[in-house]
């Protein structure tokens, strides 16, 4: 009879294997009570969840499920997995995660071939697919597949960022995104791009990379048709058509979109350059804008113009120079109303030597008759000419190194003086 007591004989074993056989047989009284209780019966066959937690409200259909769920909120965790000392309340939790040291992914989706461990995870998984998303954020209107994610995305409303790094004291609402920060910091880069072989700390971040090599820009600008191959990339741009610039130059008053340009312009004011070139002495206050300037000494022209053929080093050099082409002439002389593709024939700067505003000023200019360049004195020709010709005769007394210029020599010895 279901009623009467269900007989155990214990062997003689150790204490703990006797304890949990123990456990066992008064679990299995329960159940065989609760089954035989008319009412408990009919609730479980009905559906009925008439067995709730105190705690959070979750219901149940029999007290043992209730049971065993408020082991959850007493923090108690007495079971503890041996690979990685993570602790669960409950055994079958476990049991669940140890499927995750084991490799074994039996659960597999029908539509994009994923594999899962658990039953549930596949399902949970499935609902990213059917594009349902059940959970809303009360405060921002942000739609959510799973519950779970729905909580976790509540933290950042809440402000609350309980877990901090000891290395440089940045703090997260989440115990994970801590321990994926670490990862920076032990300067581990175990994902690789097999294209370029740049390294990321984070799979996410190369999975991010991946997509400049895919050459997909599915992100467009509404205001001037560019396109990005990130959501962030376009939302960083359109911050340029807003014409907010909150980033000013104390030294000259020149405002910037972005915190990093106005970093960079500052470096103009300083005179610190300290990336110079080993085959002319140019020096450059970024590496950017040196391994830029390497790619004159390379030869390498990959920016072609359709139109005559015409290569450049950079994609800007190949925009300027179609203006050529286009007709379009959007610099003008005060003086006399010439027009001009390029801004630069106008500047009466120093760097580009003012190739018109001299008709006006009188000034007797020496031809190049290779490229065309205008120069004030015959010296300077003199050592420009040596650009169109292999000969470079400035030594550098230090390393025997030669250049085309005594301006690229002297710019080069800095880096002896610097050692």
């Not at 004989?9 to 150790?14: A, G, H, S």
């Not at 609350?160 to 115990?175: I, N, R």
């Not at 294209?195 to 190369?206: D, H, P, Q, V, Y």
């Not at 600008?221 to 376009?234: H, I, M, P, V, Y």
């Amino acid at each position: 009879s279901l009623s009467q007591p269900c007989p155990v004989r214990l062997r003689e074993q150790p204490i703990a294997e006797g304890a949990r056989l123990i456990r066992r047989v008064l679990r299995i009284q329960r159940i065989l009570r609760d089954r035989q209780d008319p009412l408990a019966q009919s609730f479980t066959q009905a559906g009925i969840k008439a067995f709730s937690c105190e705690f959070c409200g979750k219901s149940f259909t029999q007290a043992v499920d209730l049971k065993n769920h408020r082991i959850i909120h007493s923090g108690v965790k007495s079971y503890s997995c041996e690979l990685c000392g993570k602790s669960f309340t409950q055994a079958g939790s476990i049991k669940r995660h140890q499927l995750i040291h084991s490799g074994v992914k039996p659960y597999s989706c029908d539509l994009c071939g994923k594999s899962f461990t658990q039953a549930g995870s596949l399902k949970s998984h499935q609902l990213i697919h059917s594009g349902v998303k059940p959970y809303s954020c009360d405060l921002c209107g942000k739609w959510f597949t799973r519950e779970r994610n729905l909580k976790t995305h509540l933290l950042i409303h809440s402000g609350v960022k309980s877990y901090s790094c000891d290395l440089c004291g940045k703090s997260f609402t989440q115990a994970g995104d801590l321990k994926k920060h670490h990862v920076v910091h032990s300067g581990v880069k175990s994902y690789s791009c097999d294209f370029c072989g740049k390294s990321f700390t984070r799979a996410e971040g190369l999975k991010k990379h991946q997509v400049i090599h895919s050459g997909v820009k599915s992100y467009s600008c509404d205001l001037c048709g560019k396109s990005f191959t990130r959501a962030e990339g376009l939302k960083k741009h359109q911050v340029i058509h807003s014409g907010v610039k909150p980033y000013s130059c104390d030294m000259c008053g020149k405002s910037f979109t972005w915190a990093r340009d106005l970093e960079k312009h500052q470096l103009i004011h300083s005179g610190f350059k300290p990336y110079s070139c080993e085959l002319c002495g140019k020096s450059f206050a970024w590496a950017g804008d040196l391994k830029k300037h390497q790619l004159i000494h390379s030869g390498f022209k990959p920016y072609s113009c359709e139109l005559c053929g015409k290569s450049f080093t950079r994609a800007g050099d190949l925009k300027k120079h179609q203006l050529i082409h286009s007709g379009v002439k959007p610099y003008s002389c005060d003086l006399c109303g010439k027009a001009f593709g390029q801004s630069r024939n106008l500047q009466n700067e120093k760097k580009y030597r003012n190739i018109h505003l001299r008709i006006h000023t009188g000034n007797d200019l020496s031809y190049c008759d290779q490229c065309g360049k205008l120069f004030t004195t015959d010296a300077q020709l003199q050592i420009h000419m040596f650009t169109h010709t292999e000969e470079r005769p400035y030594k550098c007394d230090r390393c025997e190194k030669t250049f085309k210029s005594p301006h690229y020599l002297k710019k080069h010895q800095q880096i002896h003086t610097r050692k």
